[in-house]
């Protein structure tokens, strides 16, 4: 059998996640895509584009889609920090 060394955490400030919370895409920029590429296409003013304007109001006019719970990891791990040694650290 082979003596192998635990494994040795890098010196570090603080565990922390950058950035885990990712927004949303908003779900009108489609529909709003496409009323701009309609209004390029046949013009301002064109009579075409009804049905794509309409149904960019109700996507604006509906209710906003319900928020998501924010991730726990960056918690989490500042919880657990202090049972992680690190070399070059002190417990405490």
């Not at 301002?44 to 209710?63: H, I, Y």
Request: charged share 20%.
């Amino acid at each position: 059998m082979t003596n192998r060394n635990p494994m040795r955490l890098p010196p570090l400030p603080q565990l922390r996640v950058r950035n885990p919370n990712k927004p949303e895409p908003n779900p009108c920029l489609g529909v709003m895509t496409s009323v701009l590429a309609c209004w390029a296409s046949a013009g301002f003013n064109g009579r075409g584009c009804q049905t794509v304007e309409a149904a960019l109001r109700a996507c604006m006019d509906g209710p906003p889609p319900p928020r998501k719970m924010g991730n726990t990891i960056n918690y989490h791990l500042a919880r657990f920090a202090r049972r992680v040694t690190q070399p070059g650290t002190k417990n405490k």
